[in-house]
């Protein structure tokens, strides 16, 4: 069994380092294996650095940072908004936030002509609105749909003010300088809805007060309805809509009982706070870099390199843990197919975003020049089977 096993993962190796290596422009990010990355780049608040490395056989992690006007008038509010958006069951759900929250959250604060916890709440509700009329319009030709998910992180400065916003596990994490004594402290931002915290049990459990199986712990992880991790999320609409949740979805997904109200939650955490000048840096990532690094860890890398390639610099130092716990080289891993990969590691995105006082001091109506930047991977056409698939429990994150 075992020498069956070696065998199959040799199938998965890479017989060449170059098989999906393309170099795009710089301005677009660059491709190497499963790992796109863009090192450096401007925006409205500083500079900032990007990586996405891939182990699904789709991508199901999603990015974007945007600066530059935040609303659809010329009026503003100015400033940079950046995130994360980690998938599972499928990349459908993420790749819905990525083309639409921004959006929404553009058409927003036109209305309201700035940036509020509102607007971003309001932004929120129309993505988690828009994806369920997505999964309305394909239930009958493509039932899955229901059972395809994802966390939502953002961040948003603007004026001075910082908003992160969040549903699911994905975690943002400042640098902040310690004057007197030079160091640089972690601070996290986020607030992480996952059943593996005792906070988000005690509170599915206090609105599901008749349902003694609302979390259950299976194979030593707690999971809500013992089907998914997360507690929040856009999408998932099995465990949101019980017209949903029956034939001809998987028998896995379905539940014994018809539910009376949602089991998962649109709702994000948000919070806001002036920015400080001794603020350094703000490091936004998918669970997946969290699952190897602590907060510390990654601060102190970031503080203690160079800034350029700041995100590709974490993705590494994880990968090199997963390696690690399989006690196993991080040159082998790294010639182990997307699909197989993800039996060692997750899709991994991180955006580092380095704050200079002086840029994040200035008024939200100072107008600044556009940009866009998307994290990349191989994504393949609809329908099409990649190398080595393996099925992997679909559902969870």
Same mark, same amino acid.
């Given at each position: 069994?075992?020498?069956?096993? #070696? ?73 940079? &908004? ?87 596990? /994905? ?11 030079? $160091? ?14 005792? /906070?988000?049990?005690? $509170?599915?459990?206090? @609105? ?30 099995? @465990? ?27 709702? %994000? ?14 490091? &936004? ?11 510390? $860890? ?28 399989? $006690? #196993? ?57 990649? %190398? ?10």
């Amino acid at each position: 069994m075992l020498s069956g096993l #070696m065998n199959f993962l040799k199938a998965c190796f890479r017989p060449r380092s170059d098989r999906y290596v393309h170099t795009n422009s710089d301005s677009n990010g660059r491709q190497d294996g499963l790992l796109w990355y863009k090192d450096h780049g401007q925006h409205f608040n500083g500079e900032f650095s990007m990586a996405v490395v891939q182990a699904n056989n789709l991508l199901e992690d999603q990015s974007q940072i945007e600066s530059g006007n935040l609303s659809l008038h010329e009026s503003g509010p100015y400033g940079t &908004f950046v995130g994360v958006y980690d998938g599972h069951g499928g990349p459908e759900t993420s790749r819905y936030i990525n083309d639409h929250l921004f959006q929404h959250l553009k058409r927003f604060s036109a209305e309201q002509q700035s940036m509020s916890v509102d607007v971003i709440r309001k932004a929120f509700q129309a993505t988690e609105e828009g994806f369920l009329s997505v999964v309305t319009k394909q239930w009958p030709m493509k039932p899955q749909i229901a059972a395809v998910g994802s966390c939502c992180l953002v961040g948003v400065i603007s004026g001075g003010i910082l908003y992160i916003a969040n549903l699911g596990d /994905s975690r943002a994490v400042l640098g902040r300088a310690v004057k007197a004594t030079g $160091e640089v402290l972690s601070i996290q931002l986020s607030s992480e809805h996952n059943a593996s915290r005792e /906070s988000v049990r005690q $509170e599915l459990q206090s @609105l599901h007060p008749d349902d003694s199986q609302i979390v259950v712990l299976k194979h030593n992880v707690w999971r809500v309805k013992g089907l998914i991790q997360i507690s929040r999320s856009i999408g998932d609409v099995y @465990l949101k809509k019980a017209e949903f949740n029956r034939e001809p979805l998987y028998t896995k997904f379905r539940l014994r009982e018809r539910f009376k109200k949602p089991i998962l939650s649109a709702e %994000p955490s948000i919070s806001m706070q002036q920015l400080q000048p001794h603020d350094q840096f703000i490091i &936004f990532a998918s669970d997946g870099l969290w699952e190897h690094l602590s907060n510390q $860890e990654a601060v102190d890398i970031v503080q203690k390199h160079p800034r350029n390639g700041s995100a590709r610099r974490l993705v590494k130092a994880a990968l090199q843990e997963a390696a690690k716990k399989r $006690e #196993m080289r991080y040159s082998d891993l790294k010639k182990i197919d997307r699909g197989v990969r993800r039996h060692f590691h997750d899709d991994i995105t991180v955006i580092v975003v380095f704050l200079d006082s002086n840029l994040v001091s200035r008024a939200s109506s100072v107008k600044g020049s556009n940009i866009s930047v998307r994290g990349g991977g191989i994504n393949l056409p609809p329908y099409t089977l990649a %190398p080595c698939t393996t099925p992997t429990e679909a559902g969870g994150t």
